[in-house]
């Protein structure tokens, strides 16, 4: 694990990192010291370890809660290079969604490839990450929406260090197998007019997770358009959880 | 209005009053003085203005908030004589979900008539109770589920008073229409296996609501097994939009 730059602001330190191939980022208390619960964030689609969302969502958790937060590029975006495979299916879904084709059983099929890479790296980094002074070995918890969803769902089914998992905005198709066996906590988000993931797909998910203690949050809105308090009661979830 | 008995504890002073036939309960923080907001709590069927779990939903809004909170008896309820029509309609129902019925549609129609009697009678608790120097003319919130739900939605689209409502455990059979002419915020609870409201009319409810923000929560489990964390999301949701 190779640290390439830190900034600290408004009382949180920001440290960009690379782990073998992995370009990450790592959100702490400014001057934390000692062990700490850590939330791993997974970004949506197109989007990176930095973008607006992420870093929005982590330095609350940081600021609020004193936890530290995580998020790496996935492979294909942000600093990572283009995936050929990857390229190509999207390019070939596209095509497909264009000439008529169901656009949720395409993505469901991609994320659940990209998982296959996604689920050993994100474990690396926990490892990783959790040897540091300042992080530690606490309780860990995931936020990840959309293809973070699609990603989170295998990763939390096959992590035993998440002990509470905030996901959203993602089907059925993919992920209901990896979801029964998810026992811990689980904050869902759906979007009651979500464009991309079928109602019934959204309802099906949060059905199909294992967890004795899972709870729905259903808005209005499309997909991108998440109410801003549905944030605060992560903030919430997360401490009654982790904290 | 009529005030018949009248204890303080904990910083809460909850009394009992009358107003003409319906007698009722008002909690408010113990030496207030001025407006408020205003909770109205609708109880449960079978349940009464002071069953256990209406005072401490009232106590914790006073205490924690700084809320008044009203709850009056519905008829055939509590303090209140039975009605020979009610009665003899909950006998009929009974009868014929024993002969293999179902109960939701049934439960839907008889609500639908009661609420013909409880949206005016609340309509007068409010009218009163907001004359009072301790509680005022502030913002009106509604509390209720199941029987408070079925007679809450048509109250909470009646009343222009309600600026924000928490409602569940209940169906579009019933209320479908008046669900349509809501528009304050509302947060709606869901009970993933509820044995008595079809998952689909419950949703379909959610569905019907005109309001711009709903939030719909779901929780795994039966009819009555509300999660206690759903108590901490309805204060802040009523401080966030009465506060």
Redesign the interface.
């Known amino acids: 694990m190779r640290f390439t730059a830190e900034t600290s602001s408004d009382g949180v330190t920001e440290q960009l990192f690379t782990l073998g191939e992995i370009p990450g980022v790592l959100w702490t208390p400014e001057g934390a010291a000692g062990a700490r619960p850590l939330i791993l964030i997974g970004h949506g689609g197109g989007q990176h370890k930095t973008a607006p969302g992420v870093v929005f969502r982590a330095r609350r958790f940081v600021a609020e809660c004193g936890f530290a937060v995580a998020a790496v590029d996935v492979p294909g975006h942000g600093d990572r290079p283009k995936v050929e495979q990857y390229h190509r299916i999207v390019t070939e879904n596209q095509a497909r969604v264009d000439a008529g084709a169901k656009l949720a059983p395409l993505l469901a099929a991609f994320q659940a490839l990209v998982a296959r890479q996604t689920v050993p790296e994100w474990q690396a980094v926990l490892d990783a990450v959790q040897q540091l002074e300042h992080v530690g070995a606490g309780p860990v918890g995931y936020w990840g929406v959309s293809l973070g969803c699609g990603l989170g769902v295998p990763f939390v089914a096959a992590e035993p260090r998440v002990r509470a998992a905030v996901l959203g905005l993602g089907g059925a198709l993919a992920s209901a197998e990896a979801a029964a066996r998810i026992t811990v906590p689980v904050e869902f988000l759906?979007q009651?007019d979500d464009e991309r993931v079928p109602r019934a797909q959204g309802?099906a998910l949060?059905?199909a997770f294992g967890s004795?203690?899972?709870?729905?949050?259903?808005?209005?809105g499309k997909h991108v358009e998440l109410?801003a308090?549905e944030l605060?009661?992560a903030l919430?979830f997360f401490a009654?959880h982790l904290g």
Chains 1, 2 share one sequence.
Do not use: Q
Request: charged fraction near 30%; glycine fraction near 0%.
């Open positions: 759906l009651w309802l949060f059905d004795a203690e899972k709870t729905l949050h259903a808005n209005p109410p308090f605060d009661s919430r009654r």
